[in-house]
């Protein structure tokens, strides 16, 4: 069969050069370009939503562990740096604000102020993932990693290394979460850099925006979970 | 066609500075015995109003479609199920552990 649709093609295409230069980019399947922007907007909750799913069963898992042996994993949760994770609690949450700071300048045309900020949220995500580093390498030091080497006092050993098996898978997913995140932001700034975004035009900037704040969310609540209750049962 | 952003660079300075102040509440308070579960209580309870001053302004859901209200909330609403269901059961079994099987 041919191709009855090839005349149906939107006037300008995706990722077309002269996208900044026009006012609107809708494909065909959208009446308009807010219809197109709202459209995006619901898919990324769609997916946002697949994640609460994806991080709810471990937070779950730690929850009932955390229920049966709360002993234990308040004891493995004081050998955390409560500092460090308040210090990347707070870094998190800069980011956050230089990731908002950057849509609103997206839609703003602030060309400058968009890439500034971008670059803002990468770096301050890099800190995150650095202080992230330091304390799984302090981890491996204090013998705290679940393994053969794993040591801990004795009526709480097996239980601790639960807990620390789902410190590293929880801290692990959301690591990898960022470093996702920090990929996409790159891109960001590479195509703000060739001007490919105006007030007409920053679906993207404000999709991977919601992303960001997404796993700062998530570590919104992984803070005091692993680093906080075990101070006090 | 909308062209303007919603929310004014001073409200997100506003939520910024409330998200740190809560950030610093919530460990000042780990470091108080509360007694029973009041600590924790107090730490989910304090994470849940950052997580929705979060969504609210930074992810913009305040000036969102009610559609969208709805797609956030139903991630939510399962985990809320997942795990309310999940700790009902396990917390009211009388002499069994699920931990010693």
Redesign the interface.
């Known amino acids: 069969m041919p191709t009855p649709m090839r005349k149906a093609k939107p006037v300008i295409r995706w990722g077309s050069p002269s996208m900044s230069e026009t006012s ?1 980019v809708i494909a065909h399947q959208f009446d ?3 219809q197109q ?2 459209a995006s ?2 898919g990324m ?2 997916f ?6 994806f991080f ?2 471990i ?2 898992g730690y ?3 955390r ?3 709360s002993i234990a994993f308040a004891a493995a949760s004081n050998r955390l740096d ?1 500092w460090l994770g ?1 210090i990347n ?2 870094v998190l ?2 980011s ?2 230089t ?3 950057a ?2 300048n997206a ?2 045309a602030r060309r400058r102020a968009l890439q500034t900020n971008l670059l803002l949220t990468i770096l301050l995500g890099c800190v995150f993932l650095s202080i992230k580093l330091y304390e799984y390498h302090m981890k491996f030091e204090e013998n705290l990693v679940p393994g053969a080497a794993f040591a801990f006092p004795a009526p709480h050993a097996p239980a601790a290394e639960i807990f620390f098996s789902f410190y590293f898978a929880m801290t692990g997913m959301h690591a990898v979460h960022m470093i996702i995140g920090i990929g996409l932001l790159g891109g960001l700034l590479f195509r703000a850099g060739r001007g490919r975004y105006s ?2 035009y920053f679906t993207p900037v ?1 999709l991977v ?2 992303y960001w ?2 796993v ?2 998530v570590w ?2 992984l ?3 692993l ?3 075990g ?3 | 066609m909308k062209s303007t952003p919603p929310i004014s660079v001073k409200s997100y300075v506003g939520v910024f500075v409330a998200l740190l102040l809560l950030t610093a509440l919530t460990t000042a308070v780990a470091f108080v015995d509360l007694g029973g579960n009041l600590n924790v209580v107090a730490a989910l309870a304090i994470a849940g109003g950052k997580a929705i001053l979060v969504a609210l302004y930074f992810m913009h859901l305040r000036h969102s479609s009610r559609l969208s209200w709805i797609f956030a909330g139903a991630g939510f609403f399962w985990l809320f199920i997942l795990i309310v269901l999940t700790m009902s059961d396990a917390l009211t079994r009388s002499g069994f552990s699920f931990a010693a099987q």
């Open positions: 609107t308009d370009a807010e922007r709202e907007t619901l909750w769609v946002l939503a697949t994640e609460v799913m709810g069963g937070f779950l929850i009932l562990y229920s049966e042996y409560i308040l609690t707070a949450i800069c956050s604000f990731m908002v700071l849509v609103y839609a703003v007030p007409e404000e925006g919601l704040h997404f700062d969310v919104i609540f803070f005091p979970l680093y906080l209750v101070r006090h049962l």
